[in-house]
Nanobody, 125 residues
Framework: QVQPVESGGGLVQAGGSLRLSCAAS????????ISWFRQAPGKDRESVAA?????????SYADSVKGRFTISRDNAKQRVYLQMNNLKPDDTAVYYC?????????????????WGQGTQVTVSS
């Protein structure tokens, strides 16, 4: 059973930065693509970014975070990171790491099979 584990959430002021980390228990075919999603209070969960372990696939980003967030991977550490810069109060949410077997860095929630417990990100104004 694959279990993604998130870390790195916290409280930050608007304009600040945070880096989230996702570790999926063991690199297997079930974790070919890792994605970040988020859910704000009272809102549906939405996609943030996705990255494939396949080297020739470019990461995918939601329009709301393009230019501010960067998703990356560390092959040696088997971790995926989400660098979040210029944070806004609207970025406040629980951020989830998810894994899927497919190689394409899709952003559709239903494409993902394994989910972490989430980490809270709070951006104060």
């Amino acid at each position: 059973q694959v279990q993604p584990v998130e870390s790195g959430g916290g409280l930050v002021q608007a304009g600040g930065s945070l880096r989230l980390s996702c570790a999926a228990s063991g690199r297997t075919v079930s974790t070919n693509t890792i994605s970040w999603f988020r859910q704000a209070p009272g809102k549906d969960r939405e996609s943030v970014a996705a990255i494939s372990w396949l080297g020739d696939q470019s990461p995918s980003y939601a329009d709301s975070v393009k230019g501010r967030f960067t998703i990356s991977r560390d092959n040696a550490k088997q971790r995926v990171y989400l660098q979040m810069n210029n944070l806004k109060p609207d970025d406040t949410a629980v951020y989830y790491c998810a894994a899927r077997r497919g190689w394409e860095p899709r952003l559709e929630e239903e494409k993902y099979d394994y989910w972490g417990q989430g980490t809270q990100v709070t951006v104060s104004s």
